[in-house]
């Protein structure tokens, strides 16, 4: 199969993925509208975000796609895997699904997971509902993605299914410095209830290497899906991703992201609460040291009644790295007594870090809540200074502040997210792999998460730890 770089990818290319995987043409003739599309675009459509937008770092001349590429696990992902061999799990390696483990008993319950080459033969009308979903024409990356996909994810969890146990979906991009471009479909319907976790992950590499994914979430009426993502990538890598939440009446999301690698990170997230009732709850951690950029756009659109939204991004940033959240509540004529909040706050670690906070609300009707808040700043030299009175030195002062500026979106989390954020936090800040291997540090952080807002535990805490 031909390898071709971002800025030369052409309509041969296009056909060459689609024939590979035998699609039927009206994905063929999706595709080629979708570059065309993408062709036309500039990178940021806004001419508000414009200015600020770092997405030009991704450099068209080194990120190269192929239909397929190599599949060889890179070796500092074995041991996670193999933590993961008996657990609900999808393993991706560049374009190539490895493995998809399902127990018999998640199988019994009509689950489906499996690759979206394979959802497009058998859960045709779902995978197209997905992809008339996405509107190109909104954003040149939304467009890329839909021209050019080359592997994907696709999960189906039936009517009344509660599941007990969290899928894993693990990706990490090839070897061979080829780039991935994921198609990724959820759909949870009536009344289901379901945990998912995804990992993102990335070998060392010479060139500038690309993740980029398209995600399609449906929360059908009164359905509960409870989503992690993290993402630790390399530095050497960008990651663009694009999401779209649809919920329908009492439906109820929430998400938990941790960003932490990769030289540029830019996530474009839409909920769209269509149903009275609906839920929305997104809370976002992002810590960058070196150059590393965050660019992070999350709108919540109010389509109906008595429907909830909460977005609350902090970022701790260090040397000279950067954040820009821009982010938009927009409640609509018919959404009258919904309830919105919207918040992007960032902690700067040293002078060569830089943060930008664009909130903002469009409001079309009355009686309804919404606020929105921002603030940037340094980190305060009084606290400093009180706490390295305390003998704190000065780097153990400053992680102390963090965790504090955390605590109030940590609550929100359940035990095992709060201790993998915990556990990244720290892994990045002595410099270590960024891995959520469970080993017996990240096992230490697990077990004071469970007992932290306990008070009846915190006896037996303290003397575990004497």
Same mark, same amino acid.
């Given at each position: ?22 699609? $039927? ?15 036309n675009l500039p990178i940021e459509t806004s001419p508000l975000y414009n200015k600020y937008t770092d997405a030009k770092k991704m450099d068209p001349e080194q990120v190269s796609f192929a239909a397929k590429t190599g599949d060889a696990i890179p070796a500092f992902l074995q041991k996670r895997l193999g933590e993961l ?31 979206? +080459? ?11 509902? !997905? ?15 839909? !021209? ?31 780039s991935t471009i994921s198609r990724n479909v959820i759909y949870a319907d009536e009344n289901s209830k379901a945990t998912i976790v995804q990992e993102l992950y990335s070998p060392k590499a010479e060139k500038q290497q690309a993740y980029l994914e398209l995600l399609n979430t449906s929360v059908a009426a009164n359905a ?53 009732? +609906? ?25 109906? $009644? ?11 940033? %260090? ?22 909040f919207l918040s992007g706050r960032s902690i700067l670690l040293d002078k060569g870090a830089k943060s930008d906070a664009i909130p903002g609300l469009e409001i079309f009707t009355n009686d309804v809540k919404a606020t929105h808040s921002a603030s940037v700043a340094q980190i305060d030299e009084e606290q400093i200074f009180?706490?390295?009175? %305390? ?27 709060? !201790? ?45 730890? %004497?």
């Open positions: 199969m031909s390898q071709q770089t971002l800025s030369k990818i052409s309509p041969n290319h296009i056909e060459e993925i689609s024939s590979s995987r035998n699609e $039927p043409e009206w994905l063929k003739e999706y595709r080629k509208n979708s570059l065309t599309v993408y062709e061999e008996n657990n609900i799990c999808v393993i991706q390696i560049g374009t190539n699904i490895q493995k998809i483990n399902i127990t018999d008993d998640v199988k019994s319950k009509g689950i489906v997971i499996s690759s979206i +080459a394979d959802a497009i033969q058998n859960n045709q009308e779902l995978v197209k509902k !997905a992809l008339e979903a996405s509107k190109s024409n909104e954003d040149k990356f939304t467009a890329l993605n839909n !021209a050019a996909f080359n592997s994907g994810i696709f999960i189906h969890i039936p009517k009344n299914v509660v599941l007990d146990s969290p899928i894993h979906l693990v990706s990490c991009l090839s070897e061979d410095g080829i509960h899906l409870d989503i992690t993502t993290l993402q630790m990538m390399d530095q050497s890598t960008v990651n663009f991703s694009t999401r779209r939440t649809d919920l329908g009446q009492d439906a109820k999301v929430n998400w938990y992201s941790g960003l932490f690698g990769s030289l540029l990170s830019r996530y474009r997230i839409d909920y769209f609460l269509n149903g009275s009732g +609906a839920s929305a709850n997104d809370s976002e951690v992002v810590f960058g040291n070196n150059e590393q950029d965050f660019d992070i756009q999350t709108n919540v659109n109010h389509e109906s $009644p008595s429907t909830e939204g909460r977005v609350v991004e902090k970022s701790i940033l %260090r040397d000279k790295s950067k954040s820009l959240f821009k982010g938009m509540i927009r409640i609509k004529e018919k959404a009258a007594k919904s309830n919105s009180y706490l390295r009175s %305390r003998c704190l030195s000065k780097e153990e002062a400053e992680r102390t502040i963090v965790e504090g500026f955390l605590e109030p979106l940590s609550r929100k989390m359940s035990y095992q997210v709060r !201790a993998w954020i915990a556990y990244l936090i720290e892994s990045k800040w002595e410099g270590k792999e960024l891995t959520i291997n469970t080993d017996e540090e990240l096992t230490k952080f697990v077990e004071v998460e469970e007992t932290r807002y306990n008070e009846d535990s915190e006896i037996e805490q303290h003397y575990k730890y %004497r």
